[in-house]
T-cell receptor, first 114, second 110 residues
Framework: ETGVTQSPTHLIKTRGQQVTLRCSSQ?????VSWYQQALGQGPQFIFQ???????GRGNFPPRFSGLQFPNYSSELNVNALELDDSALYLC?????????????FGPGTRLLVL | DAKTTQPTSMDCAEGRAANLPCNHS???????VYWYRQIHSQGPQYIIH???NNETNEMASLIITEDRKSSTLILPHATLRDTAVYYC???????????FGTGTRLTIIP
């Protein structure tokens, strides 16, 4: 158990819809990162939030957006869903934003877009 | 970040040491080697990381060659619960992201 939780565990949406995924970080961890993992692939970095500000972004379009709240929770929002957005979405919390700090991953939310 | 090369899959007998190699020939002087693993249907789990010295913790040992172009993760007494995909990641401290490859699928055989 990493102390990082995500909800929901599974979700089915249709193309064009919007989705919000939620993550609850370990208490005291002021950094949260989001990753997308397609079937058979390693996780791909979407973005990171540090003290409620975006602190780095991977190669994902602006329809992927996020929020981080003072209570160590965060959201990943995806607009205009596409079929290729079907994946496991992982959040990871860490004590600080630098790579040297261990990242603790949640169990993920599996999204299916039809 | 430097790229890594790992075998696609490996088997290891239960109770034996599992040695997982990783090649990172383009690693820079300020880049660390990290290992994570992902058990089926779970999020990745941190195992160990190091810069140039060998490292050991309660889960594993990390052996980094003197030229730092390759490393080996050692699970000293593999159990069935060690069956997972193991990712070797190279990254610079101060960088915000982990860059995962496709990893090595390790299967522990009873």
């Amino acid at each position: 158990e990493t102390g990082v939780t995500q909800s929901p565990t599974h979700l089915i949406k249709t193309r064009g819809q919007q989705v919000t995924l939620r993550c609850s970080s370990q208490s005291g961890h002021n950094t949260v990162s989001w990753y997308q993992q397609a079937l058979g692939q390693g996780p791909q970095f979407i973005f990171q939030y540090y003290r409620e500000e975006e602190n780095g972004r991977g190669n994902f379009p602006p329809r992927f957006s996020g929020l981080q709240f003072p209570n160590y929770s965060s959201e990943l929002n995806v607009n205009a869903l596409e079929l290729d957005d079907s994946a496991l979405y992982l959040c990871a919390s860490s004590l600080d934003r630098v790579l040297g700090e261990t990242q603790y991953f949640g169990p993920g939310t599996r999204l299916l877009v039809l | 970040d430097a790229k890594t090369t790992q075998p696609t899959s490996m088997d290891c007998a239960e109770g034996r040491a599992a040695n997982l190699p990783c090649n990172h020939s383009t690693i820079s002087g300020n880049e660390y080697v990290y290992w994570y693993r992902q058990i089926h249907s779970q999020g990745p789990q941190y195992i160990i990381h190091g810069l140039k010295n060998n490292e050991t913790n309660e889960m594993a040992s990390l052996i980094i060659t003197e030229d730092r172009k390759s490393s080996t993760l050692i699970l000293p007494h593999a159990t069935l619960r060690d069956t997972a995909v193991y990712y070797c990641i190279v990254g610079r401290v101060g960088n915000e992201k982990l860059t995962f490859g496709t990893g090595t699928r390790l299967t522990i055989i009873p």
